[in-house]
């Protein structure tokens, strides 16, 4: 195989979600609600946050407005658009804080780019597309495929497919990069080659086969350079 393009993962692939960042902007979110009398605290408003999160990844959720009416609904609280606004507000100016880039991300991004075409495949929540782009990477990618966006979460074929049409690959020509297996299984039913990432927490979640052999795999993105 005469390698032609790079599709890679974000989540836990090329950005991490710092854990203290995370609590100190639930913990904004908590006092906002906190201020305007509604009883509420970290654990619920875990249990009302995650499912969204969910459902936004799945394409489900179309906008913001809707995003926090479904917490709020989760948190049996009136979707007061006073409240939706000032949530929203918070969010806008905090939640891209929560995310940071793993040590040499950005020197293998610009390592693969002389040497390939790249694009970035994530299942991710509504909003996505802003924070990679404030993180400084998106100038890296002739494509940007979201799950929010296409309405599918990897290992869907959907989303690798249409990775390799924004780009004019075939994947015979391609290799996918990820930390979760799952998403390696995905990408080796459409002919992709895969790297397997062994750096976030999710290694194994909601693995097929656990005989899977990667083609590749390391410890950290930072070694990527020296298999590609």
Not at 31 to 48: F, G, P, Q
Not at 77 to 86: Q, S
Not at 124 to 153: M, N, P, Q, W
């Amino acid at each position: 195989m005469t390698l032609k393009g790079v599709l890679i993962d974000f989540g836990d692939t090329l950005a991490y979600v710092d854990r203290k960042s995370d609590v100190k902007y639930r913990e904004g979110l908590l006092s906002i609600m906190i201020r305007r009398e509604r009883s509420v605290d970290l654990n619920s408003l875990a249990l009302a946050l995650d499912p969204v999160y969910g459902k936004s990844s799945r394409g489900e959720v179309k906008d913001f407005d809707e995003f926090w009416r479904l917490v709020l609904k989760n948190l049996t609280i009136a979707p007061d658009p006073e409240l939706i606004k000032e949530l929203d507000d918070f969010r806008s100016h905090n939640y891209a804080s929560v995310f940071s880039l793993y040590p040499r991300a950005v020197p293998v991004l610009q390592y693969l780019k002389k040497k390939y075409t790249l694009a970035l495949v994530s299942n991710c929540s509504i909003g996505t597309r802003l924070i990679i782009s404030s993180l400084g990477i998106d100038i890296f990618f002739k494509a940007i495929v979201l799950s929010y966006e296409v309405g599918a979460r990897k290992p869907d074929k959907r989303m690798y497919v249409r990775a390799l049409e924004s780009t004019d690959l075939t994947s015979k020509d391609c290799i996918f990069i990820a930390d979760e297996i799952s998403d390696l299984e995905g990408a080796r039913d459409v002919g992709l080659g895969t790297l397997l990432v062994r750096q976030g927490s999710l290694t194994n979640h909601e693995v097929k086969d656990p005989s899977f052999a990667p083609d590749f795999q390391c410890a950290s993105i930072s070694e990527i350079t020296k298999i590609l």
